[in-house]
T-cell receptor, first 114, second 112 residues
């Protein structure tokens, strides 16, 4: 089954404790991206990657890091989480060719930073 | 500054009637527009898209209209069904399709 998986689905942590949210896709997609969803703000793009070792900032990259060492994986790293990073996070992927092609989204990771 | 706006947080429609969801944008460089549907506890799923060279795209019960001069797009669902009850996000991208800007979403309720 074609899918994007994220782990963990739920996470409660404390300020300053480094964490990683993993994202994996099995569709051989070149493009992957991370978003956060907050009430009243919709989805905002954090980082995206067009292929292995190629990453770039989205609209709200501050406080986040990403890496793309393999095509299927695109982890989101919060080196020193703060309460304003409490949010619902989505990973997505799509084929690189075809701008208007659909992005496939993962099920989301709900992060709470105390 | 929100470049894509959905000014109606919610909309209720009777089953069988038309649902019209609206979206406005500010950046005239956007080339592609997409609509996603989201159920609770799930990720968004793609619904329909339109390129800026078109003014209409249709897929079954779903039609997206684009008015470039007004920087406005709308999604029409006809006929509306209870299973259409979800949050709908519009999104926009430039011609590279790398950066996407989403609206704040409209929660649609279709009443049986």
């Amino acid at each position: 089954e074609a899918q994007v998986t994220q782990n963990p689905r739920y996470l409660i942590t404390v300020t300053g404790k480094k964490l990683t949210v993993t994202c994996s896709q099995n569709m051989n997609h070149e493009y992957m991206s991370w978003y956060r969803q907050d009430p009243g703000l919709g989805l905002r793009q954090i980082y995206y990657s067009m292929n292995v070792e190629v990453t770039d900032k989205g609209d709200v990259p501050e406080g986040y890091k990403v890496s793309r060492k393999e095509k299927r994986n695109f982890p989101l790293i919060l080196e020193s989480p703060s309460p304003n990073q409490t949010s619902l996070y989505f990973c997505a992927s799509r084929k690189l060719a075809g701008v208007a092609d659909e992005q496939f989204f993962g099920p989301g990771t709900r992060l709470t930073v105390l | 500054d929100q470049q894509v706006k959905q000014n109606s947080p919610s909309l209720s429609v009777q089953e069988g009637r038309i649902s019209i969801l609206n979206c406005d944008y500010t950046n005239s460089m956007f080339d592609y527009f997409l609509w996603y549907k989201k159920y609770p506890a799930e990720g968004p799923t793609f619904l329909i898209s339109i390129s800026s060279i078109k003014d209409k795209n249709e897929d079954g019960r779903f039609t997206v209209f684009l008015n470039k001069s007004a920087k406005h797009l709308s999604l029409h669902i006809v006929p509306s069904q209870p299973g259409d009850s979800a949050v709908y996000f519009c999104a926009a991208s430039g011609n590279t399709g790398n950066q996407f800007y989403f609206g704040t979403g409209t929660s649609l309720t279709v009443i049986p």
